[in-house]
């Protein structure tokens, strides 16, 4: 707690099923040692009185209420007879989070707009790893902006879910995790939300990405930011990807621009475009087929794009070797790329991967694609691992080879897959083959995992990635805020070779 106080938290939303995990005197020693820090909280407490009282802080003229709940009261079925819940009730005279109910939430709210000129709610609920809100978090989330409230933040899926707004109110369905013990890939893409008031009313809003690397956030640019950020990102809402976040066009003022290109992408397999930073397909029109998609792997371009420059490169992959490096002088584009060396004197493979498994669909069409360069007599293979869970051994292995056609130049390469039917994960090993005699190396860089989308999906800004078979017009889209650079370029002159 004293941590938090010092980085500038001023108030925390105690209203989680996990508030009761060490069940009253766990509770307890959670509001004790808040308290004893000075550090407001909200959303729990030893009854139901305390557990609903909003929080009102007045901040430079402004009163805000603090509101949170819970909608996970109970644990997982199979329920048995010793469970306890997690929410505070006075008929079991007992602690815990404040209950998610539609009429609590709406008298709370309004009783609390008689304190306070602007309310923000929180709401833990929804489905675990699932960005798209719940019908019990839509329902809760229009009471509560029904009600007044001027913020309703959400959270409790650790992953990240988009924004809605409808003036006067801001909605953010899911924020992600921030600092926590998870390994699920999904997990490590975050946001930091900031918001402006001003007499009770919302002046601006943007998103800043952030990657979770050893259980901390750490702020992100250039492509790592522009992933995070277009899962967030709305057509039809006024909300702009713009360096690497997300702007709210509260006056409804950005400047679209297109830019038609006319490209030819062969016969199958196709050519694989990768879509500019900040723009999206919105439509296509040939005799060609387009088939859109999202790198699920997302840091395969091993670039340093941590704010705090912490890094050298190479964040959520696995360094830890000798036989494993990262730097400019191994990077087909940018900054970074990564070089694996073995000897003859070895016995066993060089192998490298990302730290921990990408979630998967069963039956979605994926393409592993890169760039590699290695020396003469490298021997390289790609292995993917498909498993039935999150933990254990993985059931299906397919090991290919990576070829190159000339010493030391560089060569892109890319292997089709269906998800199995049975696999929820995958994960991706690079490994150089010791050589009989002397050293091999080999480099990578723009390693993708990219999940196509259904045919019949046309746009989104969340997708980065497309894939032409044929000849057709793709336009390309953009949107920015005036006093932006305000001319879209084109982002592909050359045809696939």
């Not at 001023?10 to 005197?25: F, P, Q, R, T, W």
Request: glycine share 10%; hydrophobic share 40%; net charge negative.
């Amino acid at each position: 707690m004293k941590a938090l106080k010092e980085v500038g938290i001023d108030a925390v939303d105690i209203g989680n099923n996990h508030l009761y995990d060490i069940l009253e005197s766990g509770l307890q020693s959670t509001i004790s040692a808040l308290d004893e820090e000075n550090m407001n909280h909200f959303g729990g407490g030893i009854d139901e009185a305390s557990a609903w009282a909003p929080l009102i802080m007045e901040v430079k003229g402004q009163k805000i209420a603090f509101i949170g709940c819970t909608t996970i009261w109970q644990p997982i079925p199979p329920i048995t007879t010793n469970d306890i819940s997690y929410v505070a009730s006075d008929a079991l005279k007992k602690g815990g989070a404040a209950f998610c109910k539609d009429a609590k939430l709406q008298s709370t709210i309004l009783q609390a707009k008689q304190d306070a000129n602007i309310v923000v709610v929180m709401i833990h609920g929804g489905y675990e790893y699932v960005g798209q809100p719940s019908d019990n978090i839509i329902r809760l989330t229009t009471t509560a902006k029904n009600a007044g409230a001027t913020l309703v933040i959400n959270h409790h899926p650790h992953v990240v879910g988009g924004f809605l707004w409808e003036e006067p109110s801001l909605t953010a369905w899911s924020m992600g995790n921030f600092i926590f013990d998870q390994t699920v890939w999904p997990t490590f893409e975050s946001y930091l939300l900031t918001v402006y008031l001003q007499e009770g009313k919302i002046i601006r809003a943007y998103v800043d990405p952030l990657m979770i690397k050893d259980y901390i956030p750490h702020g992100i640019t250039g492509g790592l930011a522009d992933h995070v950020i277009r899962k967030a990102a709305s057509l039809d809402g006024p909300f702009i990807m713009e360096g690497g976040a997300i702007e709210l066009d509260m006056g409804q003022s950005a400047i679209r621009n297109i830019s038609i290109n006319s490209l030819d992408g062969g016969p199958e397999p196709g050519w694989i475009i990768a879509i500019p930073q900040s723009q999206w397909i919105s439509d296509f029109k040939g005799k060609g087929n387009l088939l859109l998609g999202r790198d699920l792997l997302w840091i395969g371009g091993f670039e340093n794009s941590e704010v705090d420059d912490a890094s050298s490169g190479g964040p959520l992959w696995d360094l830890t070797k000798d036989s494993v490096q990262v730097g400019k002088d191994y990077a087909y584009e940018g900054d970074a790329g990564i070089r694996m060396t073995r000897s003859g004197s070895n016995l066993n493979d060089a192998v490298t991967s990302h730290l921990h498994r990408i979630l998967v669909n069963a039956g979605t069409k994926l393409s592993v694609t890169g760039m590699m360069r290695t020396n003469l007599g490298a021997i390289v293979l790609m292995q993917i691992s498909w498993y039935p869970d999150s933990l254990g051994p993985s059931f299906l292995q397919t090991t290919k080879p990576i070829t190159v056609e000339s010493n030391n130049q560089w060569k892109s390469f890319r292997f089709d897959a269906e998800v199995p039917a049975d696999a929820v994960a995958v994960q991706i090993f690079l490994r150089l083959i010791p050589p009989t005699q002397g050293i091999v190396t080999a480099d990578f860089d723009n390693i993708r995992v990219i999940e196509w989308a259904p045919a019949d999906v046309t746009s989104g800004p969340i997708y980065d990635h497309a894939l032409l078979t044929g000849t057709g017009e793709l336009t390309f889209a953009q949107k920015v805020l005036p006093g932006a650079d305000q001319w879209i370029t084109a982002p592909y002159s050359d045809q696939p070779k």
